[in-house]
């Protein structure tokens, strides 16, 4: 059982959203999704990161939601501020995150000046 489209949806995003963040088309995860397609290993790896948990977890080899090991190196790394802020924004609807990008837009602007 492969529990990409749950976690997904547990995170409150949209296949496109999902796919446009990954820069993988989105006629590739759905393929994910219904085991139509088998990710290879790399796509694995970036998956489990995406959404910290193990690939034996994703796989559905495991029903313990343990986390992977954070790539320190990677540019992906994010503190736990911009984890649950990210979380948040992922709830609201396309009005509400376009409302929180032109806030943070003018915050980023006003704190320049």
Request: aromatic share 10%; glycine share 2%; hydrophobic share 35%.
């Amino acid at each position: 059982m492969f529990r990409l489209k749950e976690l997904r949806k547990e995170n409150g995003l949209k296949r496109s959203e999902f796919a446009k963040a990954l820069n993988i088309p989105a006629t590739t995860i759905a393929n994910y999704e219904n085991e139509t397609r088998e990710a290879s290993y790399e796509t694995l790896i970036v998956f489990s990161e995406f959404f910290n948990v193990s690939i034996d977890y994703l796989l559905g080899k495991t029903s313990d939601y343990v986390a992977a090991k954070p790539n320190i190196t990677s540019d992906k790394l994010l503190t736990q501020n911009e984890k649950e802020l990210l979380r948040e924004f992922r709830t609201c609807s396309s009005t509400g995150k376009n409302r929180i990008m032109e806030y943070a837009k003018l915050w980023s602007k006003s704190e320049n000046i």
